[in-house]
């Protein structure tokens, strides 16, 4: 099993760039996630689909917009990136929302 | 707000050394504790769920308890590939996202 694919794994951007992280899952989960990760900061929720076709916000939304295509795939998108957005970012999946995450390997993003 | 504050940042122990990583937390009715193990350049991936004050939870070296304030990664004589980022997060009672720490990076020399 593959678990959690993310792509691409590096990235870098120019501020006002556009650009969609791509995240897909083969463990037939129902919740899937984005997470942020910044030194000192631990990881933050971006936004979560609790099951397909259900979207919400986490603590940092601003900036993102998701798209839960089908039950395997969610996808990331920035759409004016800017430099405060350079991070690494997790996707992560779970059976349900109560249960363990399982996470992609990341995408390391630079907006200059 | 739900609250998760890891410490120490940093630890670096000889092989053999025994110690423990803590994980205080704020938050109005637990839902779940959560212990997961970050490498460099890779995701966190999961090792153990506490529900309740006392319970504990092993796995190999590794041994985790829960009390009403804070959580203990206890690791018996480690070895240099328990070297990695310990992170700890909680569930609040709504259950809808994890407030994560921002970890202890273990080292663990030879």
């Known amino acids: 099993n593959a678990g959690v694919t993310q792509t691409p794994k590096f990235q870098v951007l120019k501020t006002g760039q556009s650009m969609t992280l791509q995240c897909a899952q083969d463990m037939n989960h129902n919740s899937m996630y984005w997470y942020r990760q910044d030194p000192g900061m631990g990881l933050r929720l971006i936004y979560y689909?609790?099951?397909?076709?259900?979207?919400d916000k986490g603590e940092v939304p601003n900036g993102y917009n998701v798209s839960r295509l089908n039950k395997r795939e969610f996808s990331l998108r920035l759409e004016s990136a800017a430099p405060s957005q350079t991070s690494v970012y997790f996707c992560?999946?779970?059976?349900?929302?109560?249960?363990?995450?399982?996470f992609g390997s990341g995408t390391q993003l630079s907006v200059l | 707000e739900d609250q998760v504050t890891q410490s120490p940042e940093a630890l670096r122990l000889q092989e053999g050394e025994s110690s423990s990583l803590n994980c205080s937390y704020t938050?109005?009715?637990?839902?779940?504790l959560f212990w997961y193990r970050q490498d460099p350049g890779k995701g966190p991936e999961f090792l153990f769920t506490l529900y309740s004050a006392g319970e504990e939870k092993e796995k190999e070296r590794l041994k985790a308890t829960l009390t009403k304030k804070e959580s203990f990664l206890h690791i018996t004589a480690p070895k240099p590939e328990d070297s990695a980022t310990y992170l700890c997060?909680?569930?609040?009672?709504?259950?809808?996202?994890?407030?994560f720490g921002s970890g202890t990076q273990l080292t663990v020399l030879p």
């Open positions: 997060a909680v569930q609040g009672p709504m259950g809808r996202q994890l407030t």
């Open positions: 992560a999946s779970s059976e349900a929302q109560r249960e363990k995450l399982f």
């Open positions: 689909s609790a099951s397909e076709g259900t979207t």
């Open positions: 938050v109005s009715g637990l839902r779940g």
